[in-house]
């Protein structure tokens, strides 16, 4: 077991640290406000919601291997000898899916070595767990091993708030906020607001954790949870596993939401009991007062949240949301109407379940036995049929168990434990020709391009139990609650409700984690990078600001409509780049659209008066020593809390970003890189901005706190017009800016 020290001491402090705030605050407190205000590293007072920058001291860090290297990268660069913070880097994004767990894990032990060599050594050379290839999906490991009830961990992955299903806040970051609490620094959040969302009744029949964030990304949209934290709470949240809790938190970031979270309750003390943590359940069965919100806020919950939803469990139906957006939600019984309506293809080619959103013991034998049911009843499956666990322990397991074989007799494949096909690491055939053509799974992102590359992939998102439904169907339409199935023998069957375990009948078996404790000899480690390596390259820092005004910056691209980090910066096949920033600044924007031509990768040179890739003209841009600008839409850089989204305009010399709105990871990561990121005051005068325009900013040398930026836009024709742009920095954020980085004032702190 891990941090049991560091969780006793947390514990027995908790009851004096939330009776102190109560009477600084003087009203009772949600759960969030509970953990916040207990790991507050400022004086604390009743800070405004939506406004307030508070300092934070996060009890762990946690790392997956893609995003791990820049992150190690840069605390390398930061000068200490250990990390300040117990952390820990999972390597599971960089194994591929191909054809099978066995043959997958030893291609991307072969392909990847340069990469997995580095991160262990770092990891040992610094006192950072390493979670070896194979291990598991970071968000799951981090569940089974490190979440408690109560406390605070931030992560270089959105889906780090998976483990609000144990009670955590747990937080996405970037690298570079990271690299702060690694070395000892506080970590920066603006207070978040609070949605409450009040889960009544009890999930029944074809139903399921899944579906609940499904109809609450309906509700809310892609961005209606940004600056808040979702507190769930009612009878129904009670009913819920605690697997199923962290389903539900982890879909939370494709609304946006910061993180979300739910109360101690008997579910989390049987899994906790269950992952070999007797230890920790009983501490917070000893604290559980304040492991939970207070009384008086359940019951008059509109008085002390922001906003509150009501769901009521009885009546939720299963959903498929999308294509190409994880909020467009639709009730299964609605499917039929709505592809027809909509003209997308029904035939489904494959079903794939798993990802860190449902990879649990639980979500495997629900799903399980529907595949049992195929085999008895004589249905073969119409769909491909894929299944990755969420961890070696999960995956040994089911193995054990005797899921794995059932889903072998089924016709499905099994992966490795590893993200695979949800973040576009599947090396699925036929996906070069771009047909038309449609997918549904169990993961949380369905962008365009985002699973398999094409374009043409209509991707929709179910519950594990109705993904193997379907998949046996073969149909988009295909409701199980209603519909039957012709079997081999000719016959009309209809399928069970699905039936799973919460937790393993006979408990978790694995043989070997996949753990690697840091060395206990880290300085005579040297941590050596080849300078001719197309994989890893060792970072120089940004130059600082001149504190002059910025003068006839060029723009790069006018993004329209959605443009999310996988826009900005894909992963799939650039994901071996992670650790070479020049290299992978190749992919900058090749997914955004230009507003002026409505195509991809497709923008106007303005020292050529030629149209090109987009990452080309930046670098053309870049090296001659030309600074640009990127203007974006509504809710850019939504998605992941990829860094390199904002690392890569600042290699290319892009100095402003100038859009509508900002998801919030990406605002912060585009600040902690040194690049201006700004808002329109009236968001209008998006329209205003030309293809040929250079950009002056006018007033930058009296950079202040809460003052608008006068842009001023030089068109072609030789008119101009000013633009009032917003930014949110406060005091210190200025100063990451004019250092060139936070990293850079952390280095210089280092000496």
Same mark, same amino acid.
């Given at each position: 077991m891990f941090d049991l020290e560091l969780i006793e001491n947390f514990y027995n402090n908790l009851d004096s640290k939330i009776d102190s705030v109560r009477k600084l605050v003087d009203k009772p407190l949600t759960l969030t406000e509970k953990i916040l205000y207990s790991h507050c590293s400022d004086k604390v007072r009743s800070f405004k919601r939506g406004i307030d920058y508070v300092n934070f001291n996060p009890d762990r860090v946690g790392m997956q291997d893609a995003t791990a290297q820049m992150a190690l990268l840069q605390f390398i660069v930061a000068g200490r000898r250990k990390v300040s913070v117990p952390?820990?880097?999972?390597?599971?994004?960089?194994?591929?899916?191909?054809?099978?767990?066995?043959?997958?894990?030893?291609?991307?032990?072969?392909?990847?070595?340069?990469?997995?060599?580095?991160?262990?050594?770092?990891?040992?050379?610094?006192?950072?767990?390493?979670?070896?290839?194979?291990?598991?999906?970071?968000?799951?490991?981090?569940?089974?091993?490190?979440?408690?009830?109560?406390?605070?961990?931030?992560?270089?992955?959105?889906?780090?708030?998976?483990?609000?299903?144990?009670?955590?806040?747990?937080?996405?970051?970037?690298?570079?906020?990271?690299?702060?609490?690694?070395?000892?620094?506080?970590?920066?959040?603006?207070?978040?607001?609070?949605?409450?969302?009040?889960?009544?009744?009890?999930?029944?029949?074809?139903?399921?954790?899944?579906?609940?964030?499904?109809?609450?990304?309906?509700?809310?949209?892609?961005?209606?949870?940004?600056?808040?934290?979702?507190?769930?709470?009612?009878?129904?949240?009670?009913?819920?596993?605690?697997?199923?809790?962290?389903?539900?938190?982890?879909?939370?970031?494709?609304?946006?939401?910061?993180?979300?979270?739910?109360?101690?309750?008997?579910?989390?003390?049987?899994?906790?009991?269950?992952?070999?943590?007797?230890?920790?359940?009983?501490?917070?069965?000893?604290?559980?007062?304040?492991?939970?919100?207070?009384?008086?806020?359940?019951?008059?919950?509109?008085?002390?949240?922001?906003?509150?939803?009501?769901?009521?469990?009885?009546?939720? &139906?299963?959903? %498929?949301? #999308?294509?190409? +957006?994880?909020?467009?939600?639709?009730? @299964? /019984?609605?499917?039929?109407?709505? *592809? $027809?309506?909509?003209?997308?293809?029904?035939?489904? &080619?494959?079903? %794939?379940? #798993?990802?860190? +959103?449902?990879?649990?013991?639980?979500? @495997? /034998?629900?799903?399980?036995?529907? *595949? $049992?049911?195929?085999?008895?009843?004589?249905?073969?499956?119409?769909?491909?049929?894929?299944?990755t666990p969420g961890s070696e322990q999960v995956r040994h397991t089911i193995e054990k168990d005797g899921l794995i074989s059932i889903f072998n007799k089924m016709g499905g494949t099994v992966f490795a434990n590893a993200c695979g096909p949800c973040i576009g690491q599947w090396a699925r055939k036929g996906s070069e020709d771009q047909k038309k053509n449609t997918i549904v799974h169990s993961f949380n992102r369905n962008f365009a391009k985002r699973a398999d590359g094409n374009p043409n992939t209509y991707a929709f998102v179910a519950s594990p139990e109705l993904v193997t439904a379907i998949a046996?169907?073969?149909?988009?339409?295909?409701?199980?609650?209603?519909?039957?199935?012709?079997?081999?023998?000719?016959?009309?069957?209809?399928?069970?409700?699905?039936?799973?375990?919460?937790?393993?009948?006979?408990?978790?078996?694995?043989?070997?984690?996949?753990?690697?404790?840091?060395?206990?000899?880290?300085?005579?480690?040297?941590?050596?990078?080849?300078?001719?390596?197309?994989?890893?390259?060792?970072?120089?820092?940004?130059?600082?600001?001149?504190?002059?005004?910025?003068?006839?910056?060029?723009?790069?691209?006018?993004?329209?409509?959605?443009?999310?980090?996988?826009?900005?910066?894909?992963?799939?096949?650039?994901?071996?780049?992670?650790?070479?920033l020049e290299n992978i600044s190749k992919n900058l924007l090749l997914g955004a659209t230009n507003a002026f031509n409505d195509q991809v990768n497709l923008v106007k040179n303005q020292l050529t008066n030629k149209y090109g890739p987009t990452p080309e003209v930046a670098n053309e841009y870049r090296v001659n020593n030309i600074s640009s600008v990127i203007v974006g839409d509504e809710n850019y850089g939504e998605g992941s809390s990829r860094e390199h989204a904002a690392m890569e305009p600042r290699f290319m010399g892009v100095k402003v970003v100038l859009v509508k709105s900002f998801a919030r990871i990406h605002e912060t990561n585009l600040k902690k890189q040194g690049i201006l990121a700004l808002t329109f005051d009236n968001k209008n005068d998006y329209d205003l901005i030309l293809e040929d325009d250079l950009f002056d900013v006018q007033n930058l040398d009296g950079f202040n706190v809460n003052e608008n930026l006068i842009i001023k836009l030089f068109h072609k024709d030789g008119t101009t017009d000013l633009i009032h742009a917003k930014h949110t920095y406060n005091e210190n954020q200025i100063e990451w800016f004019k250092a060139g980085s936070s990293l850079n004032l952390i280095s210089k702190s280092s000496g």
């Open positions: 952390t820990t880097v999972h390597a599971d994004h960089l194994i591929q899916a191909q054809v099978s767990s066995e043959y997958d894990l030893k291609n991307a032990l072969d392909i990847n070595s340069e990469v997995y060599d580095f991160l262990s050594s770092v990891c040992s050379k610094y006192g950072i767990g390493f979670w070896k290839p194979g291990a598991g999906i970071i968000h799951q490991v981090l569940l089974e091993n490190y979440a408690f009830p109560g406390g605070m961990m931030i992560g270089t992955d959105s889906h780090t708030v998976n483990a609000g299903g144990l009670g955590m806040i747990a937080i996405g970051v970037g690298g570079a906020d990271a690299v702060d609490v690694m070395v000892g620094m506080p970590w920066e959040l603006k207070f978040p607001k609070l949605i409450g969302v009040e889960l009544k009744g009890e999930l029944n029949g074809w139903s399921s954790p899944k579906d609940i964030i499904l109809k609450l990304a309906g509700l809310l949209t892609v961005k209606g949870g940004t600056g808040s934290v979702i507190e769930y709470f009612g009878e129904g949240a009670k009913s819920l596993s605690c697997t199923g809790k962290g389903t539900i938190c982890n879909m939370g970031a494709e609304i946006g939401a910061t993180t979300s979270t739910f109360s101690y309750d008997e579910s989390m003390q049987r899994y906790l009991i269950a992952t070999g943590r007797k230890e920790v359940a009983a501490l917070a069965d000893k604290y559980k007062s304040n492991l939970i919100g207070d009384e008086e806020v359940y019951s008059n919950p509109s008085k002390y949240f922001d906003q509150v939803i009501e769901i009521n469990l009885n009546e939720l &139906e299963p959903y %498929l949301n #999308g294509p190409f +957006t994880p909020d467009k939600a639709t009730p @299964i /019984s609605m499917m039929a109407e709505e *592809a $027809k309506n909509n003209g997308w293809p029904t035939k489904v &080619e494959v079903g %794939l379940i #798993g990802s860190c +959103t449902n990879s649990s013991y639980e979500d @495997i /034998s629900r799903s399980s036995s529907i *595949a $049992k049911q195929a085999i008895d009843k004589k249905i073969k499956a119409k769909s491909k049929f894929t299944i046996l169907s073969g149909d988009l339409t295909f409701n199980p609650m209603s519909d039957f199935l012709v079997n081999e023998d000719g016959e009309n069957v209809k399928l069970d409700i699905p039936k799973g375990f919460e937790l393993p009948p006979n408990g978790f078996s694995v043989d070997d984690l996949g753990y690697q404790k840091p060395s206990d000899k880290g300085n005579n480690i040297d941590i050596v990078v080849n300078k001719n390596s197309d994989r890893l390259q060792l970072l120089s820092p940004f130059e600082k600001y001149d504190g002059e005004n910025y003068s006839k910056l060029k723009l790069l691209i006018k993004a329209k409509g959605k443009c999310t980090t996988d826009h900005i910066s894909m992963a799939g096949p650039w994901l071996k780049f992670r650790g070479h």
